[in-house]
């Protein structure tokens, strides 16, 4: 079995932050992330809405392990900020790496739920 599949049944079973500790725990022991452990874990955090701790997760991934983050990723973390109310920084990930037209998107679908004035600030200038 590995790190990963044992990270994810944490999640599925609704035990969020014991699945983030393993995922520390699989780091610390040497396991470097890849797409779909990354995904995963950022999957437990939007479920779970650890925001900080996926911010964390999401910068160190892509920084220190230099993983490439792919829209999917994006779309988790646009979406975890979205439904906290951190609506700025759900914007600058659309921003980033060309995502505009997906980013836009994710944004958009995890809008779905407010009203439309707490949404003013997607409004251009």
């Known amino acids: 079995m590995t790190w990963t599949a044992i990270v994810e049944a944490h999640g ?3 035990l969020h932050e014991d699945a983030i500790r393993l995922f520390h725990l699989m780091i610390s022991d040497g396991f470097t992330p890849n797409h779909f452990s990354f995904k995963v874990v950022l999957s437990i955090c939007r479920k779970a809405g ?3 701790e996926a911010c964390q997760i999401f910068s160190v991934t892509t920084r220190k392990y230099k993983l490439e983050a792919s829209e999917e990723h994006y779309c ?3 979406e975890l900020l979205n439904m906290h109310g951190r609506f700025e920084e759900a914007e600058r990930f659309t921003q980033m790496k060309s995502l505009l037209s997906q980013g836009t998107t994710c944004l958009l679908f995890s809008c779905f739920g407010f ?3 707490e949404l003013d600030w997607l409004q251009s200038d």
């Open 115 to 117: 009203e439309l004035n």
């Open 76 to 78: 988790i973390m646009i």
């Open 12 to 14: 599925y079973n609704v």
């Open 50 to 52: 650890f925001v900080d």
